[in-house]
Every structure is written in C-alpha cells, then in structure tokens.
C-alpha cells in the first residue's frame, strides 16, 4: 500500500520488476509521469491504458517528450459499468497531446457505439449528441431493478429485433461516419 501510494516507489517497482502492460486512472499516471521526470528510471513497459475518468491529453506532453511514440503505447478507453469496464478505445500518439479534446476512440469487438439525438436518430458528424451503446458485451439490466432497467436499457432502433442498447446520459460528438 506504501508504494502503490508513492509515484517514485510506485515507478520503481515497476522498474525493477519490468512491468509490461499498466492500467491506470489518468490522475494516478500524472504523478507516475512527474516521478518520471524526476527519476529518468528504465522502464520494460509495453502499454499503458487509461480508465476511471476523463484523461486530459495535454497532460501528457513531458511523457512523449521523453518516451517514444509508441513505447509504450497509451491508450485511452472509455467504459462504463453496464458493460464490465470498456467500451471504447484510442491509441494515443504525440500529436494527441496537443489536443483538447477527449477522445474516446472506436467501439471494442463485442460493442456498437451510437450518438443519438433526442428522437434517438444518429446525429451527422461534429454534432453533439447522447452516447448509446448496444451489442453482445452489454449487460441486460440491473439485478432486481426493474424500473431502473426499462430507463437506462432501451429498444435499439437501429439493432436486430429485440435488441436493447443502453443510455449512457454522457454527451459525445462523431468525428467521422
């Protein structure tokens, strides 16, 4: 528990151990990323995946200043509860940290990601919208909530008969078709 709370302690650990993959909130990493600033330790570390809340990009711009690109690769995910954890993620490079914005990248396997706008219509690129998400990873309702399950889990118009897809109430904008 000491070293977990210690961002040297913390990077060294993982030095010395030659951790290869690390999942993190963005807010623990930003310590670990001042520990490394200071430290300059050997890191053996492959990846790196964010989670738990909104990373901020430009936040990581001393990281790539001092690692390569894709060494390790960061990636940002985006996840919710109702589908154990991930919904979607981006591989993060140097000139995303110069960005603003959060992006949150592109559905995993088993998802479909959905910005609908209040007729539950997708809305064209660059528009805001809310995010849905829908498909085999999604869970089918909260355990003896009823009421709460027919609010949240909804008839998916754009999926097979039957389908349900979830209202996530959080607020995204499609770059792209």
Do not use: C
């Amino acid at each position: 528990d000491a070293v977990r709370r210690s961002p040297p302690a913390f990077l060294e650990l993982l030095s010395k151990e030659g951790v290869t993959v690390l999942n993190q909130t963005p807010s623990a990493f930003y310590q670990l990323l001042e520990a490394d600033g200071q430290l300059k330790l050997p890191l053996a570390l492959r990846s790196v995946v964010f989670g738990g809340e909104r990373l901020d990009f430009q936040r990581l711009k001393p990281w790539y200043e001092r690692h390569e690109a894709d060494a390790p690769l960061l990636v940002n995910m985006y996840g919710i509860t109702e589908t154990t954890v991930h919904v979607t993620h981006h591989a993060l490079g140097p000139r995303d940290a110069e960005k603003s914005a959060s992006l949150i990248g592109v559905p995993i396997g088993d998802l479909r990601a959905y910005v609908l706008d209040a007729r539950l219509e997708p809305v064209p690129p660059g528009v805001a919208g809310e995010l849905y998400v829908a498909g085999a990873g999604l869970a089918r309702g909260y355990l003896r909530r009823p009421e709460l399950t027919a609010e949240r889990f909804i008839p998916n118009p754009h999926g097979e008969a039957g389908e349900r897809m979830y209202r996530t109430g959080d607020a995204a904008r499609r770059l792209e078709d």
